[in-house]
């Protein structure tokens, strides 16, 4: 089955620590994506990928950061500089960075202990 | 003002009858418009997208965009206990894709 993984589905971190969050596809696409969710709020951009060994910043990057070593792969890195974590991360991929439909995965649940 | 707007309700609708989603964006260059569901604790999936004036109907799904007005609707009918979940509206500007906070819809049995 062709799709998005994304692992795990909940990640408890204290502070001080960083935290690595999966996410692997396998649908050949180019793009991909990391979302963060918080309540009464929109998903808001953290990185993106066009194409492998280059990614650009979104909208709230500030203490996260990510590497595209291979097509299938975009992790996120949540460091301590990230004042406020806590939120539902979403990693989504489409064929390119166009007109194409992003697809999502079923997302990381993080807390800061 | 925000690049895209929704009211976050809850839309409270009763079962059978037709719920009518809005959206508004600000991006006059803004080329693709989709509508993403949200169940409470997942993740949005796909219901529809649309890139020209007019509507587009999927089952019970009916999109309808207006560019002159920078609006776009999502319409169901006929809906379920099922339908209720939250309604993300995402347009997709220069590079990049912008949701909306999206809306609550209950369908009442």
């Known amino acids: 089955d062709g799709g998005i993984t994304q692992s795990p589905k909940y990640l408890f971190r204290k502070e001080g620590q960083n935290v690595t969050l999966s996410c692997e596809q396998n649908?050949?696409?180019?793009?991909m994506y990391w979302y963060r969710q918080d309540p009464g709020q929109g998903l808001r951009l953290i990185y993106y990928?066009?194409?492998?060994?280059?990614?650009q910043k979104g909208d709230i990057a500030e203490g996260y950061s990510v590497s595209r070593e291979k097509k299938e792969s975009f992790p996120l890195t949540v460091t301590s500089a990230q004042k406020n974590p806590t939120a539902f991360y979403l990693c989504?991929?489409?064929?390119?960075?166009?007109?194409?439909?992003?697809?999502f995965g079923p997302g990381t649940r993080l807390t800061v202990l | 003002q925000k690049e895209v707007e929704q009211n976050s309700g809850p839309l409270s609708v009763p079962e059978g009858a037709i719920a009518s989603l809005n959206c508004t964006y600000s991006?006059?260059?803004?080329?693709?418009f989709f509508w993403y569901r949200q169940y409470s604790g997942k993740s949005p999936e796909l219901i529809m997208s649309?890139?020209?004036?007019g509507d587009k109907e999927d089952g019970r799904f009916t999109a309808q965009l207006n560019k002159a007005s920078q609006y776009v609707s999502l319409l169901i009918r006929d809906s379920q206990p099922s339908d209720s979940a939250t309604y993300l509206c995402?347009?997709?500007?220069?590079?990049?894709?912008?949701f909306g906070i999206g809306t609550k819809l209950q369908v009442i049995p």
């Open positions: 991006d006059r260059g803004s080329q693709s």
């Open positions: 995402a347009v997709r500007g220069y590079q990049k894709v912008t």
């Open positions: 990928s066009q194409i492998v060994n280059d990614f």
């Open positions: 989504a991929s489409s064929i390119e960075t166009g007109l194409d439909t992003q697809y």
């Open positions: 649908l050949n696409h180019d793009a």
């Open positions: 649309i890139y020209s004036n």
